[in-house]
């Protein structure tokens, strides 16, 4: 068994060899360099370059064209609102409130499992 085979894991799906993964991270970096060397040389850092392009528009305010994550899931809300307007109702932000929805539902099922409704 030499030192490349001693390091092998092998399992029924396969192997997995640190030198083998080390060789593709250098074979991909190198990949990588040689991409990046071809980029752009007239790009320059810290000037107007680096700014958004909106369609020639200048930006004022940014907070007013800036998605927040809220706005993600709007359609998901709207489209659950009578689903989310109950839940927004039970949600007190008080642990043990949780605690106790967790604890109360946990009777219900393990009493539908060992009782057999």
Do not use: C
Not at 2 to 26: C, D, H, Q, R, Y
Not at 64 to 87: H, Q
Request: no cysteine; glycine share 10%; hydrophobic share 50%.
């Amino acid at each position: 068994m030499t030192w490349i085979e001693s390091l092998t894991l092998n399992s029924p799906s396969g192997f997995w060899n640190p030198i083998v993964w080390l060789a593709f991270l250098v074979i991909f970096a190198f990949i990588g360099y040689l991409i990046y060397s071809r980029g752009n040389r007239s790009y320059k850092p810290n000037t107007e370059q680096v700014k958004p392009f909106i369609s020639g528009n200048a930006v004022e305010d940014v907070e007013e064209i800036r998605v927040r994550a809220g706005d993600i899931y709007w359609g998901f809300i709207e489209a659950l609102k009578g689903y989310y307007n109950v839940l927004m109702r039970m949600h007190s932000g008080d642990l043990r409130d949780y605690i106790l929805w967790y604890l109360g539902l946990g009777a219900v099922i393990l009493f539908v499992l060992v009782g057999g409704v």
